[in-house]
Each structure stands twice: as structure tokens, then as C-alpha cells.
């Protein structure tokens, strides 16, 4: 999803190989995509000269590995989000780009999204007055079962490293934050299936919330268009649903309400609600996907040299919030490999 598809509407990107632990795995993924190569080790990927960057979705306990192995050699790398398991190691990945001189841009695909930037400069031109309170929810339904990766500690899991990375992201968008409490629910020992987070901004000490969770787990349900009918549809007990994908940024003036900001062309776009009750409305302003705006992005900034809208840096700071929030629910923070 995050890669095939986009790479299909952007010139000069191929998705031509790919590697797996498992030979057979990789050769099946790659006859139902039409992938033309299949490596059987992540080493023989990274050694090919054939191969000019590297899109990293491995398991969260596995992205600083095989990211600094790929910068290593030689090849920029797209890494899906979080960045890694742990702050410490989120700074290990930008000492090894700092050095090799490559990039590394993480994969939150909603902040390449021309919505993303609407959605910021509405805030900053004081579209709802001084900021007081930013509220970020992001719960999803699984779809799959409690031994997947997501739910497995050993493997970096949990809501928090998932759907909640996405939140931490958004409301980093608006600032800098610190933690002030943080409330999980374990669906096994150290692995949280619900995190609750109360933040504050460390500029005017405005307030901001996450909610991130998976809903559901090891239920299953056929997925095809997401309305949240189609969602719904089939036998009604054998799906737990919940979806929440939303940003609210309450000021003194009034409030903006990001709807659906993981897929925008799905949502309803930017809405603003002044004290008066008055709404306006802003459509997204180019109906594409976020991954296709990530991967141009990705592109120009390796070929050309342009900015990287998620670097290292920024990582770093996300990842020390998922971490203060792990510690502040009394959890532990997330270990790789």
C-alpha cells in the first residue's frame, strides 16, 4: 500500500525488487505485484548495484538495523514510521545518515500532503486565535491476530507505535511537547492495545491529548471500500468497529477540525468553526493520495536534492515522545534488535 501503488503515478520509480526472510515468500509477493526481482537476503538487496534506494517496512524492532545496513550501503532509504524502537536508537540512524551523507526520511505520509500544510498555516495565520488545546485521536480496527507483529514486545509492538506514532506526529506539527500523564491498556504483558496521553506545549502552555488504539484484535472482516458502511457490512457480531482518524486544535477564536487526516481524499477536509458558530470549509487541494506525496517527495529530495519534510532530526523528537509516554504509563520503552 505504501509503496506499489504510488510508484505506478510517479515517473522515474520503480519498485523492481524485493527481499524476505523466507525465498518463497518473497517470490510470491513479488508474482502478485509484479515485482521483476527477488533476493533471497536483505544483504544480497543491499549489495546489488541494481538497487538505488531502499523502502523499509520491516518490523518496528528491525528499522534501525537494517537502515543503518542499507546507508551503509550506500543506499537512501524511505523508513516506514515509527522511525525505530527507541530514541537512542532513532539517533543512531541519523549519526549513520550524517556520515554516509544519505537520506533518510520517515514515512508519516500524512504530512506530505498538501492538506497537512493548509492545516498548519490556517493555525498560524490565527485562523482559531491563540492555540489552547490540540486533541489527537487515532484508533483503528485490526485486522489481525493477537500474534501479529503490532501486539509482540519482542518486535517493538504496541497502539503506541503504531496509530498513536501517527498522533505524537500530528500534534508535533504545532509544536514542541512535553508529557504529563499517560494511561495504557495491555492486551499482554508490556504491550499496550490502547494509550491514553495528556501533553503540554512548551511554548504558551497550551494543552494536547492522544488517543491511539487498536479495536477488535483477532477478529477478522472482509475490507473493501472504507465507508464505514461497507466496513459494517456482514454479520455485525463478528467485527468489533471503531475508527477514529482525527486532529481538533481549539483556540480562543474558534476550532479547526482535521478530518481523516491519514487519508484526506477519504475525509472531508479542513473545517474552521468560529465562537459564533460560523463554519468554512477547505477541501483538500489536490485529490491524491498521501503515499503518492510522500514518494515524490522522497524522489526529489534523493535526486535532487530537495528538502526532507521528515528527517533524522525530526524523528528523534518523536521518538523521545513515544518514549516519555511508555514511561509515563509505566511501561517500558520499546527494545530492537
Known amino acids: 500500500m505504501g509503496l506499489i501503488e504510488p510508484a505506478k503515478e510517479v515517473d522515474g520509480v520503480e519498485v523492481a525488487a524485493v527481499a524476505a526472510r523466507d525465498p518463497q515468500r518473497a517470490q510470491d509477493y513479488a ?30 524492532s528491525h ?16 523508513l516506514e514510521k515509527p522511525f525505530t524502537a527507541n530514541a537512542d536508537e532513532a539517533r543512531q540512524v541519523a549519526e ?41 485521536a487515532m484508533v483503528f480496527p485490526s485486522m489481525h491476530g493477537p500474534d501479529d507483529i503490532r501486539y509482540r514486545y519482542d518486535l517493538a509492538g504496541g497502539a503506541l507505535m503504531d496509530t498513536g506514532s501517527y498522533a505524537l506526529s500530528n500534534l508535533r506539527a504545532f509544536g514542541e511537547l512535553d508529557v504529563v500523564r499517560a494511561e495504557a491498556e495491555e492486551m ?4 499496550d492495545v490502547r494509550m491514553t496521553a495528556e501533553l503540554r506545549y512548551r511554548d504558551g502552555g497550551a ?32 467485527f468489533e468497529f471503531e475508527f477514529q482518524a482525527e486532529v481538533v486544535v481549539t483556540g480562543s477564536e474558534g476550532r479547526l477540525l482535521i478530518d481523516n487526516p491519514l487519508a484526506p481524499m477519504w475525509g472531508s477536509g479542513l473545517t474552521v468553526i468560529d465562537r459564533g458558530g460560523h463554519t468554512v470549509h477547505h477541501e483538500p487541494a489536490e485529490q491524491v493520495a498521501t503515499y503518492t506525496c510522500q514518494l515524490r517527495a522522497f524522489q526529489a529530495c534523493v535526486e535532487e536534492g ?4 521528515y528527517p533524522p532530526s525530526e524523528s528523534i523528537k518523536t521518538m523521545e515522545l513515544i518514549d516519555a509516554v511508555y514511561r509515563a504509563a509505566g511501561l517500558p520503552v520499546r527494545v530492537g534488535i
Open 96 to 136: 549513520a545518515a550524517e556520515q554516509t551523507g544519505l537520506v533518510v526520511m520517515e514515512a508519516y505520509h500524512w504530512r506530505f500532503h498538501p492538506q497537512a500544510d493548509r492545516a498548519i498555516e490556517l493555525v498560524a495565520e490565527g485562523a482559531v486565535g491563540e492555540v489552547t488545546h490540540v486533541e489527537a
Open 306 to 309: 530537495g528538502p526532507n519534510q
Open 63 to 78: 528499522h534501525a538495523r537494517w537502515t543503518i545496513a542499507a546507508l551503509e550501503a550506500g543506499k537512501p532509504v524511505l
Open 207 to 238: 494543552t494536547a491529548s492522544i488517543t491511539s488504539a487498536f479495536t477488535g484484535i483477532g477478529q477478522k472482516a472482509e475490507l473493501g471500500d472504507p465507508d464505514a458502511d461497507d466496513l459494517n457490512a456482514g454479520d455485525p457480531d463478528a
Open 188 to 191: 499482554a504483558p508490556d504491550v
Open 31 to 60: 508474482t502478485e505485484h509484479g515485482i521483476p526481482r527477488v533476493f533471497e537476503s536483505y544483504d544480497a538487496l543491499l549489495a546489488s548495484n541494481e538497487i538505488d534506494a531502499v523502502y523499509n517496512p520491516l518490523p518496528n
